[in-house]
């Protein structure tokens, strides 16, 4: 039998394909295409502290290989998730993660404190979100403010802290350093790349928000480089994602230094991604008579 357990911050995954947040909701439609124990891990829609409407439509825009969203983290806040949403996910072997967005540091540790009290297995940390206090720049963009942000919700999480790096910066490792410096028991990357798209016969913007997150297949050369980066520069696991579709994919992201990997945008396209992903690792071992899948981690040749 291929060994493929992994081990993120104390925590164990049957296996180290993990659905990405935002692109999974809480695993009910999903659920009704495969038994969602063949997951690692799920990390659920963002959660903000209180219920969210989103932006306004349109939120989602095509483009080659890949897409732009700016859903706006519609959804029904911390509360209700725990009520309604986390008992049915529980009733699964995959581990849960919770994936939190605040606009201030007060928001994030509440929502810790919260989700802490709750069954969740590991709080995930989106530092992509405006800061309303700084003006509206993002908290992940700035390396003292991912140390601060980090450091303050260690002291109300009592679940292990992974923290979710955004890619819109000059220097991914330093912040990865930051990260870890303030706490983090692992790290998340890529979120999503900013983008826009424009209608050139209205020359409107095509999102009602003008700007998005871009995702997709094209974003992963990018993805790639950036989970290299911040593997030479940290010791705690690397939770690695962007435009992963394919096993091969996934492979080539635990070469690089990531752990496990997130599936996200992929799922769009085929609700049977995450699972296509994990045979993909599968074949791989096989191909290569490889029984642990911890033994591909960081392994890239120079």
Same mark, same amino acid.
């Given at each position: 039998m291929k060994n493929l357990k992994v081990n993120i911050a104390g925590v164990e995954l049957n296996n180290p394909v993990i659905a990405a947040s935002g692109t999974f909701g809480f695993g009910r439609e999903y659920g009704e295409f495969y038994n969602l124990d063949e997951l690692g891990a799920?990390?659920?829609?963002?959660?903000?502290l209180n219920p969210r409407e989103g932006n306004p439509p349109p939120r989602i825009a095509e483009t080659y290989g890949g897409i732009l969203n700016s859903v706006g983290l519609q959804n029904p806040g911390v509360k209700a998730f725990i009520t309604y949403e986390l008992p049915e996910l529980k009733k699964h072997s995959c581990k849960v993660i919770a994936n939190m967005a605040g606009s201030t540091f007060e928001d994030y540790?509440?929502?810790?404190?919260?989700?802490?009290? #709750?069954?969740?297995?590991?709080?995930e940390v989106n530092i992509s979100c405006p800061n309303?206090?700084?003006?509206?720049?993002?908290?992940?963009?700035?390396?003292?403010?991912?140390?601060?942000?980090?450091?303050g919700i260690k002291k109300y999480a009592k679940k292990p802290v992974i923290i979710k790096l955004s890619p819109n910066v000059t220097d991914i490792g330093e912040m990865a350093v930051a990260a870890e410096q303030g706490g983090a028991d692992a790290i998340s990357l890529i979120n999503t790349l900013l983008g826009m798209a424009i209608d050139i016969n209205s020359r409107k913007p095509i999102?009602?928000?003008?700007?998005?997150?871009?995702?997709?297949?094209?974003v992963k050369p990018v993805a790639v480089r950036m989970v290299y980066e911040a593997?030479?520069?940290?010791?705690?696991?690397?939770?690695?994602?962007?435009g992963i579709t394919t096993g091969d994919d996934a492979v080539e992201f635990m070469i690089?230094?990531?752990?496990?990997?997130?599936?996200?945008?992929?799922?769009?396209?085929?609700?049977?991604?995450?699972?296509?992903?994990k045979k993909g690792i599968l074949a791989y071992m096989?191909?290569?008579?490889?029984?642990?899948?911890? #033994?591909i981690v960081n392994t890239v040749q120079l």
């Open positions: 799920i990390s659920v829609k963002g959660l903000t540790y509440e929502m810790a404190e919260i989700l802490s009290d #709750s069954d969740v297995d590991m709080l309303v206090r700084s003006g509206g720049v993002a908290f992940g963009t700035n390396a003292s403010t991912i140390y601060e942000i980090t450091k999102l009602a928000n003008v700007k998005g997150g871009f995702s997709g297949p094209a593997k030479n520069k940290v010791k705690v696991p690397i939770i690695g994602m962007g690089a230094g990531a752990s496990a990997v997130m599936v996200g945008t992929a799922n769009f396209m085929n609700p049977y991604a995450c699972p296509d992903v096989d191909k290569y008579n490889i029984e642990d899948v911890n #033994s």
